[in-house]
């Protein structure tokens, strides 16, 4: 009884002590919107609606941009699996210099998408609200992109604990910061949406500069500040890890295109369904980043068996990632399952967007499963750096299957959003399968070395 314990306690108690930390911290990102999302929805449907399109095209973005720094992550998992402290500290130096090299580009894109967003048929009466809730998002991206990086340094490292707090801490003076800019607390004026907007990007600051504190003061990562400030910015490093990074980038993207661009067909229908959607993502995204911060514990996991050729162990620590992550997810699901009729009520208390989201929150239990797969084995593809194949089985899940059967059950055959949302099972199902196909086919060409 003792020798399984220890053997249970091996195949699980690393990626949970590793895991709960990142979940804790993925669950304080989601929570940066759903604050918003909660706290303008008690302040008027109309700005709820207004947040739905802008979170939703949003948080492709804030994906695509840490997509892109989870490049770092089997880079310092490589090397602190062989204690090359100098070398950590370069390749932090040439992701931070990549991610805000990043940033700009994306600042810009999303400027020009600001300017644009009249054309993407929209509710007229929602425009002048969406728009300056936008800018003030598109101001915080280089310290998004900033934060990113030190966190994915932080988890490479295995210490998920120092980003986790730096998460709750943002969330705490977010909370506030709505509070007293969205109802005109404490002598402010009331800005409503704008104040939220305002409030979460005062967030991305303080957390970004946290992180560079920690990092940059605290004694424990000396060795590293010492390749950091030794080497220069390389720009082959970087091209290494833009390589490593924009294959996750655009896979995430793509996953998440699946749902944002979604919101494009969700507005065709009206207001209270771009409701019901922005309650039903919001509780989704609660659901995506506890499951997907297990699988950032298996990624981490992952390198560190795989800086040291250890297969054996990199096949062991995928496999019993899924059944966890298989677990929680179908534990979860209960709840949710149980207070579908009623968790809209903590939004608005429209009766349409009621019932719209009880009816949506079907398809959402349903894709569970194949999302624990994909979330997964994606992570293991990320640990051991085979990430170009991504690309594709990404494309071909949320582009070619998802929006396609999202728009034929929800605009042509009139299925409205439940027929939007019953695509996700569908294209969530086939990303899982074939990266776990390609998983074990990488892995078998690593252990036949």
Excluded at 88 to 112: D, F, T, W, Y
Excluded at 292 to 317: E, H, I, K, N, W
Excluded at 392 to 404: G, R, T
Aim: proline share 3%; charged share 10%.
């Amino acid at each position: 009884m003792h020798t399984t314990f220890d053997k249970l306690s091996d195949r699980y108690g690393a990626l949970v002590r590793l895991g709960v930390p990142i979940v804790v911290g993925q669950i304080g990102n989601v929570v940066l919107g759903f604050a918003d999302t909660l706290m303008v929805g008690h302040h008027s449907m109309t700005e709820l609606a207004a947040a739905s399109f802008v979170n939703t095209m949003f948080t492709l973005v804030v994906l695509f941009a840490t997509g892109f720094s989870y490049g770092l992550t089997p880079v310092v998992g490589n090397h602190f699996g062989r204690s090359e402290n100098g070398a950590i500290g370069r390749e932090v130096k040439n992701s931070l210099a990549a991610n805000l090299l990043l940033s700009a580009v994306l600042v810009a894109v999303v400027s020009v998408f600001c300017l644009n967003i009249h054309r993407f048929g929209q509710p007229v009466e929602l425009l002048p609200l969406m728009r300056p809730y936008l800018w003030v998002n598109i101001a915080s991206l280089p310290f998004l992109c900033c934060f990113n990086t030190f966190k994915q340094f932080f988890d490479g490292v295995t210490d998920t604990k120092t980003p986790m707090y730096v998460i709750i801490g943002g969330n705490v003076l977010n909370i506030f910061g709505n509070w007293v800019l969205i109802y005109g607390e404490l002598g402010a004026p009331e800005l409503g949406l704008f104040g939220a907007g305002v409030s979460t990007a005062v967030s991305r600051v303080v957390m970004a500069v946290a992180c560079a504190a920690v990092f940059f003061r605290h004694g424990r990562y000396r060795r590293y500040r010492e390749g950091f400030t030794s080497a220069a910015v390389s720009a082959g490093g970087m091209r290494r890890l833009a390589g490593l990074g924009f294959p996750v980038a655009l896979q995430m993207g793509m996953e998440t295109a699946a749902f944002s661009l979604s919101a494009i067909f969700v507005g065709w229908i009206g207001t209270t369904a771009l409701a019901a959607h922005q309650v039903t993502i919001t509780v989704s995204q609660v659901l995506y980043m506890i499951s997907s911060g297990m699988a950032a514990a298996v990624a981490v996991r992952v390198s560190y068996f795989a800086g040291q050729r250890d297969y054996r162990a990199v096949r062991r620590t995928a496999y019993s990632g899924l059944q966890l992550i298989l677990a929680i997810a179908l534990t979860l699901s209960v709840p949710v399952f149980l207070l579908k009729d009623t968790m809209s009520l903590w939004f608005t208390d429209s009766a349409g967007v009621c019932l719209l989201v009880s009816q949506t929150v079907i398809p959402l239990i349903a894709y569970q499963i194949g999302d624990a797969v994909q979330y997964t084995f994606a992570n293991s593809l990320r640990g051991i750096e085979c990430v170009k194949p991504m690309i594709w089985i990404a494309f071909f899940s949320y582009f070619v299957v998802s929006l396609p059967l999202g728009w034929f059950l929800g605009i042509r055959l009139g299925l409205g959003l439940v027929g939007i949302w019953s695509a996700f099972p569908v294209c969530l199902s086939t990303a899982g399968l074939l990266y776990f196909l390609r998983f074990r086919k990488e892995l078998g060409r690593l252990e036949g070395k």
